[in-house]
DNA sequence: GAGTGGTCTAGACCACTGT
DNA sequence: CAGTGGTCTAGACCACTCC
């Protein structure tokens, strides 16, 4: 026999997929009509409700009521996309200033696209001293990156980006987040100290977001994110970028595809 | 202010990781020893508890107890993988026995892979025939592969893999499962009916475990899942294979390395 | 201030596990 | 059967949002 919070999460399932609240509707009251309707105590109501939520069919505010959730803009970011960057990199300003990779992700035109950075430095810590192969302690430019849609207040994913400092500072224009967004991104920015990408190995894991996550990208609780680990090698060997991005898991859609060599005839 | 339920939550957190109950020990009981301990009613101390398991920090066994999660076997999946099952497609029969593709994923011996797999047909439903090509109903061989460590009650993960019927009944060693685990895997069984594999394209999302992939993979309630959906494609450029892997979030990594042109100099 | 969801309590009874 | 976690209730009070 099921549980009565799991009937009535099924039936509420059910009633929002078959339209009976469309995509941003007001859910009836907990307290009096689902309890009522539903005969059960607000307890076990809201077991329901929480149920919905952490499935992402449902947003709860509090002091206001629940809410349908609206489908969101879904990202797609396949693997072309890294020599679709570097192909960039050499074209006029004028055209990398037409469009950036987000776009390409997303499908929106640039004056649909939400964008934010910030800038700062810190000392590498541990983890981020191995991953560039330095000393823990080196001084590292970090850059945090927000995109998402105009009109929803959610940005679509999280990128915080890190260089070394030393690096970079050889062009002091690449120190302020008053040039963002720099036409042709960041591949584009590290040519300019003499640096060519070579390969860009992604580490891909999913987990249960943080509680910074669930506030900046509201993502409701029980929601996965997809965490994605980015590292940029140049010519020489050298681990040039460490990205550490997070999107919504659900919806976000990776994409990669692996061109395998020919057995010979 | 902190909700008793987070605060309760962020201790008990601080107590597993400092060692205070070790890797499946048992914790205290609800009722009354913690309840007793935090001064608070069951239902708030069952609510710290249920995130420390969203969390997959603990298990909780009914009618047993509630015990701290062992660390469990990880898997690191990299996308050099593909090319080497393609290599290994043209080695004799007795080193393409000697190991498979998930050894090399989870650097288990084969003595301490544990292996299942089940054979069935079913008629193409719209979203696979889509992803085929072909008309909806299309039969297509399903075969269900389930790999983990021995000793570990749950897999590391499950792969639903489909060809069609008709393309691999050419070889009708290819339609049971008695066969498995075939030496040299999907790609030498391809090789078998004539078919090359030109490239895959792997496509990632994160989600809510369903109902029964908490079951079949024992994975806590509220952590994620990563889906794959992989899609191989011959010389020809037929879709070949389309294959829905899961695995648990919290334990597995996937590596893609993506290498670019050089520029000209 | 009115109305909404958020947290918490005390206590009842049910379901599962092992002896 | 005893002991454990699982579900459910009724009611109290708090916190947030909007008028």
Redesign the interface.
């Known amino acids: 026999m099921a549980a009565k919070y799991d009937s009535i999460a099924a039936d509420l399932r059910r009633r929002i997929q078959t339209g009976e609240w469309s995509p941003g509707a007001r859910l009836p009251n907990e307290e009096p009509d689902l309890t009522t309707e539903y005969k059960v105590s607000l307890?076990t109501l809201r077991r329901a409700l929480d149920l919905l939520v952490?499935?992402g069919l449902i947003d709860k505010r509090q002091g206001i009521g629940n809410f349908v959730r609206p489908a969101r803009q879904r990202t797609r970011r396949t693997?072309e996309r890294?020599?679709w960057e570097?192909d960039r990199?050499?074209l006029p300003e004028s055209e990398r200033r037409a469009t950036g990779a987000t776009e390409q992700d997303t499908g929106l035109s640039p004056a649909d696209l939400a964008f934010a950075v910030e800038y700062g430095t810190e000392a590498a810590n541990v983890e981020l001293a191995e991953a560039f192969g330095v000393a823990a302690g080196t001084r590292l430019l970090r850059r945090v990156y927000r995109t998402g849609k105009k009109g929803e207040g959610a940005p679509l994913g999280e990128s915080t980006s890190y260089l070394l400092y030393d690096m970079v500072s050889a062009n002091p224009d690449l120190l302020f987040a008053e040039n963002e967004p720099w036409p042709g991104g960041t591949m584009h920015q590290l040519s300019t100290v003499g640096i060519?990408?070579?390969?860009?190995?992604?580490?891909?894991?999913?987990?249960?977001p943080t509680a910074d996550e669930i506030d900046r990208l509201e993502i409701p609780?029980?929601?996965?994110?997809?965490a994605l680990r980015k590292t940029s090698v140049d010519?020489t060997g050298r681990v040039v970028e460490v990205a550490d991005i997070v999107w919504p898991?659900?919806r976000?859609?990776?994409?990669?595809?692996?061109?395998?060599?020919?057995?010979q005839p």
């Not at 060519?196 to 249960?208: F, G, K, L, S």
């Not at 609780?221 to 997809?226: E, F, L, N, S, T």
């Open positions: 307890n952490s499935e693997t890294y020599q570097k990199v050499h060519e990408i070579d390969h860009i190995v992604d580490e891909v894991t999913a987990r249960p609780p029980g929601v996965a994110v997809i010519t898991g659900d976000t859609t990776l994409v990669y595809t692996t061109q395998l060599k020919r057995w």
